[in-house]
């Protein structure tokens, strides 16, 4: 699978955004997608993740509540509709798939940068 994330940007506090990423190379729905991310200096972190189903999708606490995942099947996109924006929430996003029946992730997208500023 290959994956391309796209829509990151510069916004203000409290601002949105919206990450997409679309798959190509495989059948989408035969994938979980998480969105991750990564600021400078800091470990990656796990945002959040939505079923191959698109049905319970999971979110890390700093970002519930202000993110949402949708996928789109019949499109092989994901998207990340990110609302109320904090500056730590800059960092750089990834996409990431991994196999319906598998824990962990095996794709990986490279990335966009989100900045959000004060």
């Known amino acids: 699978v290959q994956l391309q994330a796209s829509g990151g940007g510069l916004v203000q506090a409290g601002g949105s955004l919206r990450l997409s990423c679309a798959a190509s190379g495989r059948t989408f729905s035969d994938y979980n997608m998480g969105w991750f991310r990564q600021a400078p200096g800091k470990e990656r972190e796990f945002v959040g993740r939505i079923p191959w189903s698109g049905g319970i999708t999971i979110y890390a606490d700093s970002v519930k509540g202000r993110f949402t995942i949708s996928r789109d099947n019949a499109k092989s996109t994901v998207y990340l509709q990110m609302n109320s924006l904090k500056p730590e929430d800059t960092a750089v996003y990834y996409c990431?798939?991994?196999?319906?029946?598998?824990?962990?992730?095996?794709?990986w997208g490279r990335g966009t940068q989100v900045t959000v500023s004060s």
């Open positions: 990431a798939a991994g196999l319906v029946y598998s824990a962990s992730y095996t794709y």
